[in-house]
């Protein structure tokens, strides 16, 4: 699979991560062979989090993979943590605690990347900063990002952390673009042209943060994936005609329309379904062209000025 860079960093990863948050419904061997998958298209990147069925679905992978030292350097293991009951949590102790949970139940020494989860109202930077340090100089993380954060939430965190920000992980697809398709609406009279997200995309460009697309075929907040959905015909059709064109299906177009943003962004699956993997999979080898993109875009309803 084709690869890139992660933010700043000399890190080298796919340019398409494999979400493992529904791998808990798998069985042993069903989750074997989807891991298997997985590593055979190229796509090593793992994401997980703490709360992902409660901790087991870190478990689950781990024992799917049959974890070893020769297992664990031929992937790339990204988790999340900062999500409790009832709370969010940035402290300095829930950070250290959370990771070295995360790292018993993956059955490793290591995570190449941690992400601060949602954000947390109470947060004190200096605490992120102490953890950051320690869990560096441990060789407990090697790369520190964050997720669903806005600009200035970053910038908060940086005015304290001395590790770069490598990655944002935030809700986008083609139907949820806000963060895109209100740069075309700047200085409107329409509700597109709110910016509620404090131009978190601009910023992450500017700063070489890569922007990980979670739910990439959802529309609203888990309301159901719009591909094959009768509540976007037009989108569909669209879809269908540019993958017809390419040779591929509607699941390869929708992440290729993705891909196609000179953001350089990582989509990250949520498919426990080896075939819509490798329908994924296929979107690195995808390139739209301009006019592609601006008709999927269209035809999702969203109006050019």
Not at 29 to 35: I, L
Not at 161 to 168: D, T, W
Not at 231 to 238: D, I, S, V
């Amino acid at each position: 699979m084709r690869t890139q860079k992660l933010g700043t960093s000399s890190l080298e990863v796919p340019v398409l991560a494999v979400g493992c948050m529904r791998i808990n419904t798998l069985d042993k061997a069903q989750a074997e062979r989807f891991v298997g998958a997985a590593m055979e298209q190229g796509a090593n990147f793992f994401d997980h989090a703490d709360i992902y069925g409660g901790g087991t679905c870190e478990e689950i992978f781990a024992d799917a993979v049959h974890m070893s030292s020769s297992v664990r350097e031929q992937m790339i293991l990204q988790s999340k943590c900062g999500i409790r009951q009832g709370m969010f949590d940035f402290s300095r102790e829930h950070i250290l605690s959370s990771v070295d949970g995360i790292l018993k139940r993956l059955r490793t020494d290591y995570l190449d990347i941690l992400l601060l989860h949602r954000p947390d109202a109470l947060v004190e930077p200096e605490e992120v900063a102490a953890a950051f340090d320690e869990l560096e100089q441990a060789g407990k993380v090697r790369h520190f990002g964050v997720s669903n954060q806005t600009p200035h939430q970053m910038a908060l965190l940086k005015k304290h952390v001395k590790q770069p920000i490598v990655a944002n992980q935030l809700q986008l697809s083609i139907t949820n673009a806000t963060m895109i398709t209100r740069g075309f609406n700047v200085n409107m009279e329409n509700e597109t042209a709110v910016d509620r997200d404090g131009d978190v995309l601009d910023y992450c460009r500017l700063h070489d943060i890569t922007v990980q697309p979670w739910s990439p075929f959802q529309f609203g907040f888990f309301e159901g994936v719009f591909i094959g959905n009768e509540k976007f015909p037009e989108l569909n059709a669209t879809l269908d005609e540019v993958a017809a064109n390419h040779g591929v299906n509607s699941t390869t177009i929708a992440i290729a329309w993705l891909l196609r943003h000179p953001a350089h962004m990582q989509p990250v699956t949520g498919t426990m379904n080896i075939g819509r993997l490798q329908d994924c999979c296929k979107a690195a080898e995808v390139q739209l062209s301009r006019e592609e993109w601006y008709r999927i875009t269209r035809a999702a309803g969203n109006k050019l000025p």
